[in-house]
Nanobody
Framework: VQLQASGGGLAQAGGSLSVSCVASGRAFSTYVMGWFRQAPGKEREFVAA????????YYADSVKGRFTISRDNAKNTLYLQMNSLKPEDTAVYYC?????????????????????WGQGTLVTVSS
């Protein structure tokens, strides 16, 4: 599967942005999808994940209650709605895909379990 992320941009603290990720191929609905982010000088970190059917969703504690992950399998698209943005949300956001039957948090939050990655899109939050 090939992934193309878009959206992001510049927002003020307290504002909102959304990013999306379009997947190529016909098997999007069979993939677990995740969002990760990487700030300058930091490791890539987990943001959110959603299972293939959308039934199970996980968030990092740092974004819980502010970000919403969703997917539209008919459109081969993954979304991340980001509200109440903070300067520390500034990062390049990456979408990722994997085929797993497990819906366990430790599996879905681990970036090393995702073999397919989009190119990343920059989100900048000013204070």
């Amino acid at each position: 599967v090939q992934l193309q992320a878009s959206g992001g941009g510049l927002a003020q603290a307290g504002g909102s942005l959304s990013v999306s990720c379009v997947a190529s191929g016909r098997a999007f609905s069979t993939y677990v999808m995740g969002w990760f982010r990487q700030a300058p000088g930091k490791e890539r970190e987990f943001v959110a994940a959603i299972t293939s059917s959308g039934v199970i969703i996980y968030y990092a504690d740092s974004v819980k209650g502010r970000f919403t992950i969703s997917r539209d399998n008919a459109k081969n698209t993954l979304y991340l709605q980001m509200n109440s943005l903070k300067p520390e949300d500034t990062a390049v956001y990456y979408c990722a895909a994997a085929r797993y039957g497990s819906g366990i948090y430790s599996t879905l939050s681990n970036r090393y379990n995702y073999p397919y990655w989009g190119q990343g899109t920059l989100v900048t939050v000013s204070s």
